[in-house]
């Protein structure tokens, strides 16, 4: 699980942000795209730690948990649409953040 690196994806416009980690499910808000992206990143952290602190069985469940496929199929067709039409005044962002270290060891 080291140096492992995670899908992300963030969502804004003038009343803020919302960025997502697809690959543990997990959603903070912030004011702007570097504000939310450090509460993700701080919010990853914390789940990792907090993760390796259970029992095997458990911590291998929670490792593997990902975003439910709807919402992935729901942000897959938010992209597209926004792709296909320039209708929207939100900015988005999908980026790999890397995760790793004492941490994130599994």
Known sequence: MRNKVVLCYAEGGPEGWEA?????DLAVQG???PDAREKLSEQIDFYLEEVGRLPAADRARLLNRRMPWFERARLVFRMLRVGLTS??????????M????ASAAA
């Open 31 to 33: 004011d702007s795209f």
């Open 87 to 96: 209708r929207d005044d939100k900015q988005r962002a999908c980026y790999d």
């Open 20 to 24: 997502f980690c697809v690959d543990y």
């Open 98 to 101: 890397p995760v790793g270290g």
